[in-house]
């Protein structure tokens, strides 16, 4: 099934025309606010959850290495979504193994549904947010599990906006999986809205062309008594940056939130997970893991967990780990726990990046088993410790499946 790709009628819709409103505050960069004793000056936004956001791109000033959300980014291979002007088309894709109870649509700009999950935080999801025409809807309903596949492999060398709002109806069970090959300049925002009761798994794979550029927000809000599992699998591509944001705003929420990447020669890999604990008996869970192999191998990954003091009983924990397997490869890993209630069931965070661990090389190389082998192997299993958490069988074998497929090809580095 495909729903074919058109053009909006007349220009992009004016950063005005969207539909839920923008916050009232100055137009300043989104890490700075003016300083409380009433200078000229601004001081650091000190919380996460205390950043600028805004749908409209021209509340945000230009994006420099000073910036937050910034700072670790490749900046200079990212300036045509940032600050260019992109595409508001419908962008192509093809969907398929759709359930009985999925219905795919294309929506308007004034929908109810756009701006239901959380709005850009940055200015690259801002721009996407002001330009984009048409939203792509994927909606599940009914108590049966259902499933579906968009693949996405013909968007082209073009800078492009896209958006997708992915709603679970409460009390429903869903698989949304997301399979991205091909060139892309893409910027792009997803909107996930978990209803009562509901139970939803949204998947994405990263398996890009070499040259492509793919920047991407999800915004997830989870109802009551619902549960989300959130997946993202990066392995190829030259930039990729999927940042993710959860809010639990009911009781008895509850959100998971899987990583596996794989960082080769030259290229960076970025995620920024943000957890947002605003209601009690709330959970959360976080574990990304990644492997960077080459010179320039870059990883970079930042997780907040913010417990508001309405958010008594929360349990939650994020963790994060690197395995470096050559020299030239570099891992920034940024855990971050606010706390403002003394009344909380449990939370930490871990982070860790090293290298091989010498006896698991040596116990399989001691039976018979060659040493690019054993890397292989133990790679593989240090990636499905996250890939096992699916509890789909059929979509961790085709996870596994891309992973095994990425470590075949990145055992000589990318030139």
């Known amino acids: 099934m495909s729903l074919p790709a058109t053009s909006p009628t007349g220009t992009a819709p004016a950063a005005d025309d969207a539909t839920r409103p923008t916050p009232d505050e100055t137009p300043v960069q989104a890490e700075r606010v003016p300083r409380s004793d009433g200078g000229s000056s601004y001081v650091p936004v000190q919380t996460r959850s205390e950043r600028f956001a805004s749908t409209d791109v021209t509340r945000f000033e230009t994006v420099t290495s000073r910036d937050v959300a910034w700072k670790f980014s490749p900046l200079d291979k990212l300036t045509g979504l940032t600050a260019g002007v992109l595409d508001a088309s419908d962008w192509p894709f093809d969907a398929v193994d759709v359930g009985s109870d999925v219905a795919i649509e294309w929506i308007g700009r004034d929908d109810d549904r756009i701006g239901s999950a959380g709005i850009p935080e940055d200015r690259a999801a801002a721009n996407a947010w002001s330009t984009f025409g048409r939203a792509l809807s994927v909606t599940i309903s009914g108590e049966t599990p259902q499933s579906v596949t968009l693949t996405r492999s013909e968007l082209g060398s073009g800078a492009r906006a896209a958006h997708t709002v992915i709603t679970a109806r409460p009390h429903s069970v869903g698989t949304v999986y997301f399979e991205n090959t091909g060139s892309a300049l893409l910027s792009e925002n997803v909107e996930i809205v978990v209803g009562d009761g509901a139970d939803l798994t949204v998947v994405s794979v990263q398996q890009w062309d070499d040259d492509a550029v793919h920047l991407a927000s999800h915004f ?71 492997a960077l192999q080459g010179t320039g191998a870059r990883s970079v990954w930042i997780g907040d967990v913010l417990i508001r003091r309405s958010g008594v009983a929360t349990d939650s924990y994020e963790q994060n780990r690197n395995l ?79 992973i095994e497929a990425a470590l075949v090809s990145e055992e000589a580095p990318r030139s």
Not at 224 to 229: C, G, M, S
Not at 262 to 270: D, P, T, V, W
């Open 220 to 290: 997830a809000r989870v109802g009551r008594d619902a549960r989300l599992r959130h997946i993202v699998v990066s392995l190829d591509g030259d930039v990729i940056r999927i940042n993710p944001s959860v809010h639990l705003d009911a009781p008895g929420g509850d959100a998971e939130l899987y990583g596996a990447y794989f960082s080769s020669a030259g290229q960076h890999i970025e995620q920024q997970v943000f957890v947002d604990h605003d209601a009690e008996n709330t959970r959360s869970r976080v574990t990304y893991k990644g």
């Open 324 to 402: 470096l397997l050559t020299d030239g490869a570099r891992a920034d890993s940024i855990p971050n726990l606010e706390i403002e209630t003394g009344d909380i069931a449990g939370a930490g965070h871990a982070s860790a990046s090293g290298r091989f661990d010498d006896e698991q090389l040596f116990y399989l190389q001691a039976r018979g088993i060659s040493e690019d082998i054993a890397r292989r192997l133990v790679v593989r299993g240090f990636l499905a410790e996250v890939v096992q958490k699916i509890p789909s069988p059929e979509l961790e074998a085709r996870l596994e499946a891309a």
